[in-house]
Protein backbone atom coordinates (compact mmCIF):
# COMPACT_ATOMS: atom_id res chain seq x y z
CA UNK A 1 0.00 0.00 0.00
CA UNK A 2 1.07 3.31 -0.75
CA UNK A 3 -0.89 5.32 2.09
CA UNK A 4 -1.67 8.79 1.41
CA UNK A 5 -0.21 10.14 -1.84
CA UNK A 6 -0.36 13.89 -3.08
CA UNK A 7 1.29 15.69 -5.74
CA UNK A 8 2.55 18.24 -6.57
CA UNK A 9 5.50 18.00 -4.21
CA UNK A 10 6.45 21.34 -4.90
CA UNK A 11 5.13 24.50 -6.73
CA UNK A 12 5.69 28.24 -6.69
CA UNK A 13 2.67 30.45 -8.04
CA UNK A 14 2.50 34.13 -8.72
CA UNK A 15 -0.58 36.14 -6.70
CA UNK A 16 -3.67 34.93 -8.77
CA UNK A 17 -2.82 31.73 -10.14
CA UNK A 18 -4.66 28.98 -9.39
CA UNK A 19 -3.95 25.12 -8.93
CA UNK A 20 -5.27 22.09 -7.57
CA UNK A 21 -3.58 19.79 -4.67
CA UNK A 22 -4.04 16.33 -5.32
CA UNK A 23 -4.36 13.78 -3.00
CA UNK A 24 -5.54 10.23 -2.48
CA UNK A 25 -5.38 7.14 -0.42
CA UNK A 26 -5.32 3.14 -0.51
CA UNK A 27 -6.13 2.45 2.56
CA UNK A 28 -10.01 2.02 2.45
CA UNK A 29 -10.46 5.10 4.85
CA UNK A 30 -13.50 7.44 5.52
CA UNK A 31 -12.50 10.66 6.37
CA UNK A 32 -9.78 13.18 4.56
CA UNK A 33 -8.06 16.33 5.88
CA UNK A 34 -6.33 19.06 4.23
CA UNK A 35 -3.81 20.83 6.79
CA UNK A 36 -1.30 23.69 6.26
CA UNK A 37 1.88 24.08 8.74
CA UNK A 38 3.49 27.37 9.26
CA UNK A 39 6.55 28.14 11.21
CA UNK A 40 5.55 28.32 14.95
CA UNK A 41 1.98 27.58 14.11
CA UNK A 42 1.85 24.09 14.07
CA UNK A 43 -1.24 22.20 11.83
CA UNK A 44 -3.94 23.89 11.24
CA UNK A 45 -6.90 22.11 9.73
CA UNK A 46 -8.07 23.89 6.07
CA UNK A 47 -11.26 21.49 4.97
CA UNK A 48 -11.88 18.13 6.32
CA UNK A 49 -14.33 15.29 4.58
CA UNK A 50 -15.96 13.12 7.43
CA UNK A 51 -17.19 10.40 4.84
CA UNK A 52 -17.08 10.75 0.66
CA UNK A 53 -20.17 13.04 -0.37
CA UNK A 54 -19.26 15.53 2.14
CA UNK A 55 -17.03 18.54 2.93
CA UNK A 56 -16.50 20.82 6.28
CA UNK A 57 -14.82 23.57 6.98
CA UNK A 58 -12.27 23.61 9.51
CA UNK A 59 -10.13 26.26 11.32
CA UNK A 60 -8.47 28.40 8.04
CA UNK A 61 -10.54 27.63 4.93
CA UNK A 62 -10.67 31.41 3.55
CA UNK A 63 -9.16 31.34 0.21
CA UNK A 64 -9.56 27.37 -0.19
CA UNK A 65 -12.28 24.97 -1.95
CA UNK A 66 -12.19 21.01 -1.99
CA UNK A 67 -13.87 18.35 -3.79
CA UNK A 68 -14.25 14.43 -2.06
CA UNK A 69 -14.19 12.88 -5.63
CA UNK A 70 -14.25 9.85 -4.54
CA UNK A 71 -13.74 7.59 -1.44
CA UNK A 72 -10.23 7.85 -2.08
CA UNK A 73 -9.57 11.31 -3.45
CA UNK A 74 -9.83 14.92 -2.15
CA UNK A 75 -8.47 17.41 -3.73
CA UNK A 76 -7.65 21.26 -2.36
CA UNK A 77 -7.70 24.36 -4.81
CA UNK A 78 -6.43 27.91 -4.17
CA UNK A 79 -9.02 29.42 -6.52
CA UNK A 80 -6.97 32.86 -6.30
CA UNK A 81 -3.53 32.35 -4.63
CA UNK A 82 -1.80 35.15 -2.43
CA UNK A 83 1.30 35.40 -0.58
CA UNK A 84 0.03 34.49 2.94
CA UNK A 85 -0.93 31.29 1.07
CA UNK A 86 2.35 30.67 0.97
CA UNK A 87 2.76 27.17 3.23
CA UNK A 88 3.68 23.16 3.65
CA UNK A 89 0.50 21.67 2.62
CA UNK A 90 -0.19 18.52 3.83
CA UNK A 91 -3.01 15.68 3.40
CA UNK A 92 -4.45 12.99 5.99
CA UNK A 93 -6.75 10.19 6.05
CA UNK A 94 -8.20 8.64 9.08
CA UNK A 95 -10.72 5.35 9.51
CA UNK A 96 -13.32 7.31 10.84
CA UNK A 97 -13.84 10.70 11.69
CA UNK A 98 -16.10 10.58 15.02
CA UNK A 99 -13.41 10.08 16.45
CA UNK A 100 -10.81 10.71 14.88
CA UNK A 101 -7.91 8.88 15.78
CA UNK A 102 -4.30 7.96 13.79
CA UNK A 103 -3.55 10.42 10.86
CA UNK A 104 -1.85 9.25 8.16
CA UNK A 105 -0.54 11.93 6.31
CA UNK A 106 0.59 12.08 2.72
CA UNK A 107 4.51 13.85 1.99
CA UNK A 108 3.65 17.12 1.70
CA UNK A 109 3.29 19.81 -0.76
CA UNK A 110 5.47 23.08 -0.54
CA UNK A 111 3.89 25.93 -1.82
CA UNK A 112 5.21 29.05 -2.71
CA UNK A 113 3.16 31.88 -3.83
CA UNK A 114 5.01 34.79 -5.40
CA UNK B 1 -12.98 25.78 20.54
CA UNK B 2 -9.68 24.13 21.97
CA UNK B 3 -6.39 25.63 22.39
CA UNK B 4 -3.45 23.54 22.98
CA UNK B 5 -0.67 25.09 24.27
CA UNK B 6 3.08 23.35 23.94
CA UNK B 7 6.44 24.03 26.02
CA UNK B 8 8.90 24.18 25.19
CA UNK B 9 9.64 25.42 21.45
CA UNK B 10 12.89 24.35 21.81
CA UNK B 11 14.74 21.41 23.81
CA UNK B 12 18.30 19.87 23.19
CA UNK B 13 19.51 17.18 25.38
CA UNK B 14 22.25 15.30 25.46
CA UNK B 15 22.06 11.33 24.22
CA UNK B 16 20.83 9.14 27.09
CA UNK B 17 19.49 11.98 28.87
CA UNK B 18 15.72 11.80 29.33
CA UNK B 19 13.30 14.51 27.34
CA UNK B 20 9.70 16.20 28.25
CA UNK B 21 7.23 17.92 26.57
CA UNK B 22 4.35 19.41 27.62
CA UNK B 23 0.92 20.56 26.55
CA UNK B 24 -2.03 22.19 28.23
CA UNK B 25 -5.31 22.09 26.83
CA UNK B 26 -8.72 24.20 27.69
CA UNK B 27 -11.46 21.79 26.96
CA UNK B 28 -12.04 19.75 30.01
CA UNK B 29 -14.17 17.52 27.86
CA UNK B 30 -11.11 16.94 25.43
CA UNK B 31 -10.96 12.71 25.55
CA UNK B 32 -8.14 12.13 22.95
CA UNK B 33 -4.56 13.37 22.74
CA UNK B 34 -2.02 12.31 20.64
CA UNK B 35 1.55 12.78 19.59
CA UNK B 36 3.13 13.43 16.60
CA UNK B 37 6.80 12.88 15.11
CA UNK B 38 8.35 15.00 12.12
CA UNK B 39 11.79 14.23 11.08
CA UNK B 40 13.16 17.27 8.87
CA UNK B 41 11.52 17.14 5.55
CA UNK B 42 8.95 14.12 6.01
CA UNK B 43 5.70 14.03 7.38
CA UNK B 44 4.07 13.55 10.53
CA UNK B 45 3.58 10.12 11.99
CA UNK B 46 1.39 9.24 15.29
CA UNK B 47 4.13 7.71 18.15
CA UNK B 48 1.63 7.71 21.06
CA UNK B 49 -1.83 8.58 22.18
CA UNK B 50 -3.88 8.76 25.09
CA UNK B 51 -7.74 8.54 26.03
CA UNK B 52 -8.62 10.78 29.09
CA UNK B 53 -9.61 7.26 31.15
CA UNK B 54 -6.09 6.53 31.55
CA UNK B 55 -3.67 8.15 33.47
CA UNK B 56 -0.59 6.84 31.68
CA UNK B 57 0.64 5.33 28.54
CA UNK B 58 3.96 3.34 27.77
CA UNK B 59 5.72 2.28 24.65
CA UNK B 60 9.49 1.15 24.68
CA UNK B 61 10.98 4.56 25.69
CA UNK B 62 8.40 6.47 25.09
CA UNK B 63 5.38 7.26 27.75
CA UNK B 64 2.30 9.59 28.05
CA UNK B 65 0.70 11.01 30.96
CA UNK B 66 -2.08 13.18 31.68
CA UNK B 67 -3.02 14.96 34.10
CA UNK B 68 -7.39 15.81 34.01
CA UNK B 69 -7.45 17.94 36.84
CA UNK B 70 -5.24 20.28 35.48
CA UNK B 71 -5.72 19.48 32.27
CA UNK B 72 -1.81 19.14 30.86
CA UNK B 73 -0.38 16.06 29.76
CA UNK B 74 3.65 15.07 28.50
CA UNK B 75 5.50 13.13 26.33
CA UNK B 76 8.55 11.75 27.74
CA UNK B 77 11.29 10.35 26.07
CA UNK B 78 13.94 8.12 28.11
CA UNK B 79 17.66 7.08 26.97
CA UNK B 80 17.45 9.60 24.14
CA UNK B 81 19.02 8.97 20.59
CA UNK B 82 20.07 10.96 17.91
CA UNK B 83 16.96 9.97 15.85
CA UNK B 84 14.78 11.21 18.55
CA UNK B 85 15.76 14.36 16.70
CA UNK B 86 12.36 16.01 15.14
CA UNK B 87 10.02 18.45 16.16
CA UNK B 88 7.04 16.76 18.11
CA UNK B 89 3.40 18.02 18.09
CA UNK B 90 0.60 17.08 21.06
CA UNK B 91 -3.16 17.07 19.81
CA UNK B 92 -6.42 16.92 21.48
CA UNK B 93 -9.81 16.80 20.39
CA UNK B 94 -12.48 19.93 21.36
CA UNK B 95 -15.79 19.16 22.98
CA UNK B 96 -17.98 18.87 19.89
CA UNK B 97 -15.18 18.20 17.57
CA UNK B 98 -15.00 14.85 17.25
CA UNK B 99 -13.41 14.79 13.82
CA UNK B 100 -11.38 17.78 14.05
CA UNK B 101 -8.15 17.65 16.16
CA UNK B 102 -6.30 21.06 17.27
CA UNK B 103 -2.71 20.70 17.08
CA UNK B 104 0.04 22.15 19.43
CA UNK B 105 2.71 24.70 17.94
CA UNK B 106 5.52 21.96 18.02
CA UNK B 107 8.53 21.23 19.98
CA UNK B 108 11.88 20.69 18.24
CA UNK B 109 14.43 18.30 19.85
CA UNK B 110 17.35 18.13 19.24
CA UNK B 111 19.61 15.12 21.16
CA UNK B 112 23.25 15.83 20.97
CA UNK B 113 25.77 13.07 20.95
Known amino acids: NAGVTQTPKFQVLKTGQSMTLQCAQD?????MYWYRQDPGMGLRLIYY???????DKGEVPNGYNVSRLNKREFSLRLESAAPSQTSVYFCASSVQSLPVEKLFFGSGTQLSVL | GENVEQHPSTLSVQEGDSAVIKCTYS??????FPWYKQELGKRPQLIIDIRSNVGEKKDQRIAVTLNKTAKHFSLHITETQPEDSAVYFCAAIPTGGGNKLTFGTGTQLKVEL
Open chain 1, 27 to 31: MNHNS
Open chain 1, 49 to 55: SASEGTT
Open chain 2, 27 to 32: DSASNY
